[in-house]
């Protein structure tokens, strides 16, 4: 019996949507071993052995880039957020709602119970994304050029940080910034837009037994960023900082896949600082004085990058006149895979929880820490730079 056109149609569709229906099956079974494989990792992870903190200074953990009601892609409420940096053990969260002048009446700021709250804004501009970190009043950005509203608000002593750098190169012919994400939570998970399928997979059949998992499966070193960061920073003092991006308004097939609990202990900035307070937090954050890191893979707190000679120790963010004798160390409060990286380029690794080396040119040196959990190698810590001249 010959088909007609119509049948041989239906019959191409329907091998289609088996074909689909097995190797979405296939990838789920695949994705569910890996997944339990990396839970039990996670859960298994050694207490930290805490290296010596760094003399008269907090490591205190914060959420930047984060986003509520007051922006128009957000519907998260001020308890929901501190609940969730509550929940995550956050010391603080950097507030950067979209341009609205209800950020000045009904923005959270100062100490909400346990939690300090810096008040910021998103400003996008000439397709440039920026921080504003600090603000202490409303600037209507939108009548001035991009270079102006920088030089505005950095008169007004606000610290100012590019976001999204990829989406933008244009960002390094700005003067004036303070630094820059070196990650961010949405440029990660929408950087590979092959994986999709395999994301939609995970969503569909395993997200409901290991969320956390499953949000983990973006993490990538974000290339693009460091080498931008590794090239400006070759010529200007220039701060990293993770972008949380948190809005909690990412649902696919009912399920909230970034609630403000899991953004918040995804990534953290870290920051050094003498006291938890507003002078204190900005003043580490300007100054590079921290490092970002994984939190979700192991507790990072304790993280230490410095430089020593026989008289004296600096700090992340510093710059050092370069001298025969200096030496370079890192610890870390769990064993994992060391690199130090100057000008962008590796030039000493370690195994376990500590690295040192003894330079012998200038150069602009940061530490870079993975962390084996699963069955792979995950990025876990980004130090910022000391800058030897």
């Not at 053990?89 to 100062?110: A, Y």
């Not at 600082?273 to 204190?280: F, K, Q, R, T, Y």
Request: aromatic share 10%; with cysteine.
């Amino acid at each position: 019996m010959l088909m007609t056109p119509k049948q041989k149609r239906t019959i191409r569709k329907g091998l289609v949507v088996a074909a689909l229906l097995l190797l979405s099956a296939t990838l789920s079974c695949t994705s569910t071993k890996s997944l339990e494989k990396l839970r039990r990792s996670l859960s298994s992870s050694p207490p930290a052995a805490q290296p010596p903190s760094a003399e008269n200074l907090l490591d205190v953990r914060g959420a930047i880039h984060v986003h509520s009601y007051l922006s128009h892609d957000s519907q998260g409420r001020p308890e929901e957020i501190l609940q969730a940096a509550a929940d995550a053990g956050l010391d603080f969260i950097i507030m950067t709602d979209h341009t609205n002048p209800k950020i000045f009446t009904e923005g959270m700021e100062g100490w909400q119970g346990k939690i300090l709250v810096i008040r910021g804004m998103e400003i996008i501009q000439e397709r440039a994304s920026l921080l504003a970190i600090g603000m202490k009043e409303f600037i209507d950005h939108k009548q001035f050029p991009l270079q102006e509203v920088v030089d505005r608000l950095k008169a007004d002593g606000v610290l100012v940080f590019a976001a999204h750098p990829r989406t933008y190169p244009g960002w390094r012919r700005l003067t004036g910034l303070d630094g820059i994400e070196i990650y961010d939570i949405f440029d990660d998970a929408t950087d590979h837009k092959s994986r999709y399928f395999q994301y939609f997979v995970d969503i569909l059949f395993v997200f409901n037994r290991y969320p956390d998992e499953v949000f983990l499966s973006i993490l990538d070193r974000p290339e693009k960023e460091l080498l931008f960061w590794d090239q400006a920073t070759q010529s200007q003092r220039l701060a990293g900082l993770a972008g949380n991006d948190a809005h909690q308004n990412v649902r696919v097939l009912g399920r909230q896949l970034d609630p403000y609990s899991r953004s918040f202990r995804f990534v953290n900035t870290h920051l050094l600082v003498p006291a938890l307070d507003p002078p204190s937090l900005l003043n580490a954050l300007a100054a590079g004085r921290g490092y970002i890191a994984f939190d979700i893979l192991a507790e990072a707190t304790g993280f230490l990058y410095g430089a020593q000679d026989k008289k004296r120790d600096w700090r992340m963010g510093e710059e050092v006149p370069f001298h025969e004798g200096i030496e370079l160390y890192a610890l870390t409060p769990q064993p994992g895979r060391g690199r130090l990286i100057k000008d962008g380029v590796v030039v000493q690794t370690a195994e376990g929880t500590a690295l040192s080396f003894y330079p012998k040119e200038k150069g602009v040196y940061r530490v870079e820490w993975l962390l084996h959990r699963g069955d792979r190698w995950w990025p876990w810590i980004y130090s910022n730079p000391i800058y030897l001249r």
